[in-house]
């Protein structure tokens, strides 16, 4: 008999193992980025890389130009102090909660690996990041010089599982975006109603920053967040009607971003046509690329499809492989509709 | 216009809905009005509405100068429809939850629904409850449907509205109403317009009425980016004083305007705003703002390359709830101290603003 976890990987599960596997907190999406460059280049017209570290994989076509943007970048720690005994202090880079990453693995770009500990406390809250420590297994402050200096960052060090139809891993968040663009930009057929510009955003985590200088490069007509969302599915959560195994989420709103009214509609519509289930999503805290898309220059009207994801931010993120096969197919058929020519916004 | 017509033109525009994201009805009742007065009005890509009036300039190098006051309303977002029908909802811009119980609403679901935000009778409350304030999460709409009935109309993200007619005081000059943030300011542009239809300026004007203010100031940003006037002044609303407040955090009703001086404003146009105010004998009052980004005026004045801004805040008590308080009379010099600035306004002016 197979065992639970043995459940056959299919093309699609390799790209996300891959993904979620690399190296890349944020301003340090360069493995990222190479693999899904080499991933999609194939299934592109072009592909180029801007000066913050985004990459852009665009597909030719009329206008309207139809932006869509998943964020390359997880969050991470940053090092900040190496004691004389060889120990690391670290400050967090994006949303990280302290008491997550205890007992944690965490690894460096260089494949250093280490442990996070904390000091002597009497209750947990008071566990904050002046308390927590990097062990690297370095006999003091000069062999852990040789291989670690201020500033370098390590991000969590966690295999990806298949539970058997859900995956498991860190760095969901996003790079289960990044997979459903690939897998997305692979399955589009030779001609398409208008182009489309796949963008592997960097730095989301800590503001929105690749989306940000993306979207003024680009300019398109159309932008597209495609990212994680929480879930109100699990013991005693916080209230939110989107749960795992549903369907890709429609945005509706979150911190960072009202999505467009006519945007939002023409994405349902696609999803009842094709009879892809969704949910609606509206999230209470987060953002996503969105944000920063709608309201580059002149403004762009936007939209975004989630994947929901449990325990987000944590070093076992899970999503549901039906809502990422249903993700890629309502992203498909997104690209596939005529979306009509916005209103100059010039009033002529 | 008159003082009758300011009145109406108030309440119609705290009636109409259009909370963030969502402003069309209510840029379509600001438009309405405007377009009597200018050359041409449109909406931008965000729906920002832009209504554009011509200066008068010949031989000159043309300048623009924008007003703009935000159109968006705070108001509520369906979450979730629970078993027995009831509606879970959160805030898009700040609402406050302690007025929130027995407040009538009006979902836009498929159709637009009626419906009260429901609360717990004083008799059923605990010694602890009786205390405490409400919290969003213990609140919810009733539509008076089952949920099987309630999920063919309502879908989450629906937004709600408050089901709040305006209210002209008995005796005085002062209005009540919803949305008088900002709509008092998008009053004072149509006023501003009206005074100019027959009137001489240089100024090519942009009369904005920014959609998205509540959420983080978002249309003001692709606004200003889109237009690149070469100044501008954002008119919003203030707090009014009331009994429990003091200054220097609340302004007189009937004192007028507030001049906002600060970091955030270029001194050049605040002592214009003042300076005609004196030669016009309008009432005005001085806020000193220490640079928190509150209006519109944060978002313009850093656009593309900086934008010297300024703002005019009118006084409104109770701000973010159904009966926000006006003086008309503050409304009236607000538009018409807008529209003394923009017939003030020439090319050396304009020029003078880069020196420091």
């Not at chain 1, 770009?109 to 904050?128: C, M, P, R, S």
Request: hydrophobic share 45%; aromatic share 6%.
């Amino acid at each position: 008999m197979k065992k639970f976890n043995e459940v056959a990987i299919n093309k699609m599960e390799t790209l996300i193992k891959e993904l979620v596997e690399a190296y890349g907190p944020s301003g340090e999406e360069a493995a990222v980025r190479e693999l899904i460059e080499e991933k999609i280049k194939d299934s592109v017209d072009r592909t180029f890389t801007d000066n913050l570290g985004n990459l852009f994989a665009i597909r030719e076509g009329a206008a309207p130009l139809l932006m869509f943007s998943a964020h390359m970048d997880e969050i991470g720690v940053i090092v900040t102090h190496i004691d004389d005994n060889g120990f690391l202090r670290i400050a967090p880079i994006g949303g990280v909660a302290p008491h997550l990453l205890v007992g944690q693995r965490l690894s460096f770009k260089n494949g250093v690996t280490g442990t996070v500990y904390h000091e002597k406390i009497k209750a947990l809250k008071e566990l904050d990041w002046p308390k927590l420590y990097l062990d690297i297994g370095a006999a003091g402050a000069a062999a852990a010089r040789e291989h670690i200096r201020i500033g370098d960052m390590a991000c969590l060090h966690q295999p990806f599982v298949n539970l058997g139809g859900r995956y498991m891993a860190k760095a969901m968040d996003d790079r289960i975006g990044c997979a459903v663009l690939v897998e997305a930009a692979r399955r589009l057929p030779g001609s398409l109603p208008q182009g489309v510009c796949f963008v592997f955003s960097v730095q989301e985590e800590v503001g929105l920053r690749g989306a940000t200088t993306a979207a003024y490069r680009l300019e398109p007509d159309y932008g597209f967040a495609v990212d994680v969302t929480l879930v109100g599915d699990t013991p005693e959560a916080p209230l939110m009607a989107v749960s795992l195994g549903q369907g890709p989420a429609i945005k509706v709103k979150d911190r960072s971003v009202l999505c467009h009214p006519r945007v939002r509609e023409l994405m349902i519509e696609t999803a009842e046509k094709h009879k892809i289930p969704y949910q609606l999503e509206v999230l209470e805290r987060g953002g996503t690329d969105a944000g920063a898309i709608h309201l580059s220059r002149e403004g762009v009207p936007s939209g975004a499809i989630s994947i929901p994801c449990r325990y987000v931010h944590s070093p076992s993120e899970m999503v549901d492989a039906g809502d990422v096969a249903h993700a890629v197919e309502l992203i498909e058929k997104i690209i596939m509709v005529s979306w009509p020519l916005p209103d100059s916004g010039s009033g002529a | 216009m008159k003082e009758e017509e300011v009145k109406e033109l108030v309440m119609e525009l705290s009636f109409a809905v259009g909370i963030s994201g969502s402003e069309e009805s209510a840029t379509a009742a600001a438009s309405r009005h405007l377009e009597r007065y200018v050359t041409r009005v449109w909406r931008d890509r965000l729906g920002n509405l832009i209504a554009f009036k011509e200066g008068d300039k010949p031989g000159e190098e043309p300048f623009s100068l924008a007003l703009v006051a935000h159109i968006d309303e705070i108001g509520a977002m369906v979450t979730k429809i629970e078993e027995g029908g009831a509606l879970r909802f959160t805030g898009v811009g700040g609402i406050d939850p302690r007025i929130l119980p027995g407040q009538p609403v009006e979902v836009h679901g498929r159709t637009l629904l009626k419906g009260v935000v429901g609360a717990k009778a004083p008799h059923l409350l605990s010694e602890k409850e009786r205390r405490e304030a409400s919290k969003f999460e213990d609140l919810f709409i009733d539509i008076g449907l089952t949920k099987e009935q309630a999920e063919k109309q309502v879908r989450i993200g629906d937004l709600v509205s408050f089901d709040a007619p305006p209210l002209a005081m008995t005796a005085g000059k002062n209005i009540a109403g919803k949305s008088l943030d900002d709509r008092a300011g998008v009053a004072a542009l149509v006023i501003c317009a009206a005074e100019l239809a027959a009137a001489r300026h240089r100024a090519n004007i942009y009369f904005v009425a920014s959609v998205q203010e509540e959420v983080g100031l978002r249309g003001a940003t692709t606004a200003a980016y889109g237009l690149v006037p070469d100044l501008a002044v954002a008119i919003d609303v203030t707090h009014g004083e009331a009994p429990g407040l003091t200054p220097p955090d609340v302004f007189e009703l009937g004192g007028g305007p507030a001049i906002a001086v600060g970091p955030n404003f270029h001194p050049a146009l605040t002592a214009r705003l003042e300076e005609l105010a004196r030669d016009n004998r309008f009432s005005i009052q001085r806020e000193a703002d220490t640079g928190v980004p509150g209006t519109d005026a944060w978002v313009i004045q850093v656009s593309r390359e900086g934008i010297p801004a300024a703002l005019l805040s009118i006084p409104l008590r109770y701000m973010h709830t159904t009966v926000e308080m006006l003086s008309l009379d503050d409304l009236i010099n607000t538009g018409r101290l807008l529209a003394a600035f923009a017939r003030s306004l020439d090319r050396p002016f304009v020029e003078g603003l880069a020196c420091f």
